[in-house]
């Protein structure tokens, strides 16, 4: 499994092995996000530990992880497996483990990696084989549904629908869901390039980042999750523009 290191999330991507060609990204899960901001949050075991999709894998099989980072150094580390490996930009690190009961386990970046260093937990859960094998089984439908038609022209109506999911798992844990932003977080509300009738520097943004990736690249999203995002954002809180983009736009500007 590769384990790649973004500001300030981990891409998860099976090499090998029965999961073979299945990726996601694991983000800590919003609530925990919102407990830490109010400031007075709720004693509970997995707090800043939960995550929206952990690492899953078979229990007593060894799996190798190879590391590498998407921007800065950061490390995979899960004290449970004796496991920690830094993960560099450009390069790429191994480390192995082998889980010998079931469970959840977690871990967390340990090199600092900027101002969300601490909510960029990791969350390993340890399955039976059969388990495992109906894991493998759900994730193959689930990206098989998401394959992206770059021909495809979306409704205003679905674009907001789905720009709407993509912005809650990964964009409301800085720019708040009232779009607001906070500390050095931009306000997305009312923000001249969500308001520019020229979508290109909007999905330049997203797909390299700016401002020394204070705001990260997310190049690991679909072009239709892109393009929904953008027009979600685009036409949400105060920015009624009407504008929409068309996953052929996303594709485009990758090429």
């Known amino acids: 499994i590769k384990a790649t290191g973004y500001q300030w999330k981990w891409g998860y991507d099976y090499i090998k092995g029965e999961g073979?060609?299945?990726?996601?990204?694991?983000?800590?899960?919003?609530?925990?996000?919102?407990?830490?901001?109010?400031?007075?949050?709720?004693?509970?075991?997995?707090?800043?530990?939960?995550?929206?999709?952990?690492?899953?894998?078979p229990v007593n099989q060894k799996v190798r992880i190879i590391t590498t980072s998407n921007d800065v150094i950061h490390s995979f580390a899960v004290n449970s497996f004796g496991i920690k490996q830094d993960a560099i930009p450009g390069f790429v690190r191994d480390t192995w483990f082998r889980a010998e009961k079931t469970g959840d386990f977690y871990g967390q970046c340990q090199e600092l990696c900027g101002k969300e260093h601490a909510y960029m937990p990791i969350h390993v859960k340890v399955v039976s084989a059969e388990e495992y094998t109906s894991w493998v089984a759900e994730q193959n439908k689930k990206l098989a549904a998401k394959q992206d038609d770059p021909n495809k022209v979306w409704a205003m109506a679905d674009l907001m629908q789905k720009g709407?999911?993509?912005?809650?798992?990964?964009?409301?844990?800085?720019?708040?869901a009232n779009?607001?932003?906070?500390?050095?977080?931009?306000?997305?509300?009312?923000?001249?390039?969500?308001?520019?009738?020229?979508a290109s520097k909007q999905i330049n943004i997203m797909l390299n980042g700016q401002n020394n990736l204070t705001m990260p690249a997310w190049k690991q999203l679909s072009d239709s999750e892109i393009a929904a995002v953008i027009s979600y954002t685009k036409n949400n809180w105060s920015n009624k523009t009407g504008q929409?983009?068309?996953?052929?736009?996303?594709?485009?500007?990758?090429?």
Do not use: W
């Open 20 to 57: 073979e060609g299945i990726g996601f990204i694991s983000t800590l899960d919003n609530a925990q996000r919102e407990m830490s901001n109010s400031g007075n949050p709720e004693p509970t075991d997995n707090y800043l530990l939960k995550v929206d999709n952990p690492l899953v894998v």
């Open 164 to 176: 709407e999911k993509v912005y809650t798992a990964n964009c409301q844990a800085c720019h708040q």
């Open 179 to 198: 779009g607001k932003g906070m500390g050095p977080i931009k306000s997305l509300d009312g923000a001249a390039v969500m308001l520019d009738a020229d």
């Open 244 to 255: 929409m983009v068309q996953p052929a736009q996303v594709l485009a500007a990758r090429q």
